[in-house]
């Protein structure tokens, strides 16, 4: 298992913009997950990207994967106040989830 | 869907007492998790089992154990609580098979007096 480092570590937009985080990871991996985190809450599993996909789609969010750059990013578009949270990426290797390491997450606040 | 329940939301306790934290899942699942979330240092894995009465410890367990005697339960055990030990705790649980996502609790925000 490795970690995930997201990028910037802060973001702040206005309601409406579209809001792009990034990940970075080290070594091979099988699968990319996101997360989110509300204030004071438990984390909420959003999507999971395969390592043979590129792109990937859920609602509002976009999910792109560059296996070659060891990168992912999570795009958020028409962003809404209720999209205010920290958001998490955790690359996973093969076999079972069984321990994903965490970074510290992109803090993300949309203002009306 | 899915649930995860932590048996407090919040708890106060005082140094050197012994301290329960409790997760129960309701989907059958063989993983179970015990994180602790901290400013600054983000998630960090604590203990996790995946299966009953089988447990390995995560990065930090230094002053916690765990028990897991069925399936559904998995408790963080605070031997001797620490003022360190304050902190938010999050359970989290997964499937064996494949690489399935992780279900987290509501988490407990524990203070340590």
Known sequence: ?112 | DVKVTQSSRYLVKRTGEKVFLECVQDMDHENMFWYRQDPGLGLRLIYFSYDVKMKEKGDIPEGYSVSREKKERFSLILESASTNQTSMYLCASTPSRGNQPQHFGDGTRLSIL
């Open chain 1, 1 to 112: 298992s490795q970690q995930g480092e997201e990028d910037p570590q802060a973001l702040s937009i206005q309601e409406g913009e579209n809001a792009t985080m990034n990940c970075s990871y080290k070594t091979s991996i099988n699968n990319l997950q996101w997360y989110r985190q509300n204030s004071g809450r438990g984390l909420v599993h959003l999507i999971l990207i395969r390592s043979n996909e590129r792109e990937k789609h859920s609602g509002r969010l976009r999910v792109t994967l560059d296996t070659s750059k060891k990168s992912s990013s999570l795009l958020i578009t028409a962003s809404r106040a209720a999209d205010t949270a920290s958001y998490f990426c955790a690359p996973g290797g093969a076999g079972n989830n069984r321990k994903l390491i965490w970074g510290l997450g992109t803090s993300l606040a949309v203002n009306p």
